[in-house]
C-alpha cells in the first residue's frame, strides 16, 4: 500500500509538466502564437517566447537555408551515414544521384529526415556546419530564441526555438516564391529506381480549409506535437504557430476561431488525412488493364495550391 501511495504522489507531481491542462478554451499546446504576417501584430497567442523543442518545423530553416545555396538543379550524393538517419524518410541510397529540388520536396512535403540530413551535408560540408548556418540565419532575421544542431528536428541537446520565432522564420521563409511553391506543394513525385513514388503533403488543413496556404508540421516524443503555417483572409496573411501541443488539429482549429467564423470539424480532418485523390497528370492504369512488369509503379504527386480569398468573420 506505501508503495502505491508513493507511486501516486510522484506521477501527481510530474504528470503535469508531462502531459499540461488544456486552457479554457482547451488548447493543449504549451505555446502559440497567432500574428499578422506583415505587421507582425499578435491576434492571441500565449507563453510564445518560451524556447521548446521545434520537430520537423526545423525544416523550414532547412529549406530556407538550402534553397538560398542551391538553385534545384544540383545532382545530390548521399554519404554512408544517410542509411542511420531515423524515420520518416524517403529512404535514400547512398552514393546514389539525386536532384536537389527532390530532396527540397521530400524535406518539406514528406518531411524526410535523410532528406533534410542530405541536403545538410552538401550545402554544409557536414551537418554541424549547417546547422551553425541555420542558427545564423535566424539570428539575421531576428529569431534570437532558436539555436540549430541538426537540419531534421530530431530531438537534441540544445536545439529550440520559440512560438514567436517560429512565426518570425515562417515569415520570412514565405517571402521568397520557391519557398512558397514548396510549402504549397500538396503531392509530389519521386523517381526512386524501379518505381514512382507518390508523397502526399502532412499538413491537413491544405485539403480540408480553403484559407490555408501552406505549412510544416512535426512531432517527436520529447516535442510533441508541432506546427506553422499561414492562412489566407480579405486579402490579409496569418501565421499560426504553436509549440509542444497534444492536440495538433484540434488546437490549430480552436485558435483558427479566433479570426474565421468556419473552421474545419474534426470529421473533416480525419478525411483529410485519408483523403488521396489521384494528383493532377497522375498517370492512371485501367483495372482491366495488366501493368507490364517493365513499367513503373505510380504512387504520388503535388500541384501549386494558389493563395485563396475567403471572406468569413470581419
Given amino acids: 500500500m506505501r508503495f502505491i501511495l508513493t507511486f501516486v504522489l510522484l506521477f501527481s507531481l510530474f504528470m ?3 502531459l499540461p491542462a488544456a486552457d479554457e478554451n482547451g488548447i493543449t499546446a504549451q505555446s502559440f502564437i497567432l500574428v499578422e504576417k506583415d505587421t507582425f501584430r499578435v491576434i492571441t497567442g500565449r507563453d510564445y517566447h518560451r524556447r521548446l523543442a521545434p520537430a520537423s518545423t526545423t525544416k523550414v ?8 545555396h542551391l538553385d534545384g538543379s ?8 544517410v542509411v542511420k538517419i531515423p524515420r520518416s524518410k524517403m529512404n535514400l541510397v547512398p552514393g546514389k544521384k539525386y536532384r536537389a529540388m527532390d530532396l527540397m520536396k521530400g524535406t518539406m512535403v514528406e518531411s524526410a529526415n535523410d532528406a533534410a540530413y542530405t ?3 552538401h550545402v554544409g560540408g557536414s551537418e554541424d556546419a549547417f546547422a551553425r548556418l541555420m542558427t545564423e540565419r535566424a539570428r539575421d532575421i531576428g529569431a534570437i530564441d532558436t539555436n540549430f544542431e541538426n537540419a531534421s528536428g530530431l530531438t537534441a541537446d540544445n536545439q529550440y526555438t520559440s512560438a514567436y520565432d517560429l512565426a518570425l522564420i515562417f515569415r520570412h521563409a514565405l517571402a521568397n516564391e520557391r ?11 519521386f523517381e526512386d529506381s524501379s518505381r514512382t513514388i507518390r508523397y502526399k503533403n502532412h499538413n491537413r488543413l491544405l485539403f480540408c480549409f480553403e484559407p490555408a496556404i501552406g505549412g510544416k508540421t512535426g ?6 506535437h508541432c506546427y506553422v503555417g499561414a492562412f489566407e483572409k480579405n486579402g490579409k496573411v496569418y501565421i499560426l504557430a504553436l509549440l509542444a501541443s497534444r492536440n495538433l488539429w484540434g488546437d490549430s482549429v480552436q485558435i483558427l476561431k479566433t479570426i474565421y467564423d468556419d473552421v ?23 483495372s482491366k488493364t495488366k501493368k507490364s512488369p517493365a513499367k513503373k509503379k505510380v504512387a504520388k504527386h503535388r500541384t501549386v495550391k494558389s493563395v485563396k480569398k475567403s471572406a468569413k468573420k470581419p
Fill in 264 to 286: 474545419p470539424t474534426d470529421l473533416e480532418l480525419r478525411q483529410a488525412k485519408a483523403f488521396s485523390p489521384a494528383p493532377p497528370g497522375a498517370v492512371k492504369t485501367s
Fill in 119 to 121: 541536403l545538410a551535408t
Fill in 219 to 224: 512531432y517527436t516524443r520529447a516535442s510533441r
Fill in 16 to 18: 503535469p509538466s508531462i
Fill in 61 to 68: 530553416m532547412t529549406t530556407l537555408v538550402a534553397i538560398e
Fill in 74 to 81: 544540383e545532382t545530390i550524393i548521399p554519404d554512408k551515414n
Fill in 179 to 189: 519557398f512558397l511553391e514548396l510549402v504549397t506543394t500538396k503531392y509530389f513525385l
